[in-house]
């Protein structure tokens, strides 16, 4: 699980360093906050993951696992295109903010399934 982490942050980081680029190129900063978004949710946050399913967890499988790393991912990749959607004024706040709502829920439990993931998993020496 921890290499599936590693390639959609490395995919997210990409993501986000091309969004910036075009951001500095064409002096419109306004999808900033998407940018911010997709290296932090999608880059950093993935990239932990990753370190805590291979460091502390053992990289471990199973249903739970799996459920984690499909929240988190659907989640972020909804969270970016959504707001991508909201600051590139190409839907009104009212129709695309229910669907960053869900993906911010779907993010929070995928945390939530992980610090549980932690709490039941002894320490690897």
Known sequence: MDRK?????LSYALLGMLLGIHMAASQNHGQFVTHAHIMLVGFVVSFIY????????GNPTG?????????HQGGALLMAVGLFQLYGKRMPPEQIEPVLSLASLLVLAAMAIMLYLFLRTRSLP
Not at 63 to 71: D, G, P, S, T
């Open 63 to 71: 249903r739970l696992v799996q459920i984690q790393f499909y929240l």
């Open 5 to 9: 982490f590693v390639v959609c942050a």
């Open 50 to 57: 990753a370190l805590c399913h291979r460091l502390w967890l």
